[in-house]
C-alpha cells in the first residue's frame, strides 16, 4: 500500500466506541462473506455516530489494514470482494491495476454527521472498503482496508479513517478463509 502521503502530513481519524454493536457485526458475518463486512461497517458508523473522537494517526500501523500473503493469486478473495459491492447505492471504482474500491453510500443521519463534524461540501460522503494486491518474492500481498471519505469545501476529498476491532476481526477471518496467511 503506498503510504507515502501518510509521512507527508498527519491523517486524521475517528475511533467509535460501541462495543455493544461488536456481537451486531460478528452474528451478520456468519459464511464470511465480503458483504457482512460492507454491512457492518455501515451499521458501526450510524450506530455510533454522534459517540465518534477525533484523533491523530501518527504511525502506519494505527492505520485500520489488514495484510495476508498468499502464494498463489487470491482469486476467490476478488471474486468474493467485486460480488459484495452488488446493492444499489454500492460502486465498485478501480482504482489502478493493484487498488479496487466498494464505494457506499452511507446511511442519511452518518451522512450528516461526517458533513458537519468534517467540514464537508455540500456533496454526499462516501463508505469505502478497499483492496490492494502487489506481489513481493512471489507472493501475493493482499491489503483491506476501511474509511470514509468526505469531499470537503475546497473540492479535495478527506479520509476518516476508524479503528473497528469487529471489523478488523472480520476481515482477517476473510482473509484466512480465502487462502492467505494474516500478517498482523
Known amino acids: 500500500m503506498n503510504l507515502s502521503t501518510v509521512n507527508a502530513r498527519p491523517i486524521r481519524k475517528v475511533l467509535p466506541r460501541c462495543g455493544k454493536y461488536d456481537e451486531v457485526c460478528i452474528s451478520l458475518s456468519k459464511g464470511i462473506q465480503m458483504r457482512p463486512l460492507i454491512v457492518c461497517f455501515a ?20 492505520l485500520p489494514v489488514r495484510r495476508a500473503t498468499f502464494a498463489a493469486n487470491p482469486a476467490p478473495l476478488d471474486d468474493a470482494f467485486r460480488s459484495s459491492c452488488d446493492a444499489p447505492g454500492d460502486e465498485l471504482l478501480v482504482v489502478s491495476r493493484s487498488v479496487v474500491q466498494c464505494r457506499i453510500l452511507p446511511p442519511p443521519d452518518v451522512a450528516a454527521f461526517l458533513v458537519l463534524q468534517y467540514d464537508g461540501a455540500l456533496e454526499a460522503p462516501t463508505l469505502v472498503v478497499q483492496k490492494e494486491t502487489d506481489k513481493d518474492n512471489g507472493d501475493f500481498v493482499v491489503e483491506l482496508s476501511y474509511f470514509a471519505e468526505v469531499v470537503q469545501k475546497s473540492g479535495n476529498p478527506r479520509r476518516i479513517y476508524i479503528k473497528q476491532r469487529a471489523l478488523d476481526q472480520l476481515m482477517d477471518q476473510l482473509l484466512v478463509a480465502t487462502g492467505g496467511i494474516a500478517s498482523n
Do not use: I, K
Not at 451499521?43 to 494505527?62: G, R
Open 43 to 62: 451499521v458501526a458508523l450510524s450506530a455510533c455516530a454522534p459517540q465518534y473522537v477525533e484523533t491523530v494517526v501518527t504511525d502506519e500501523q494505527d
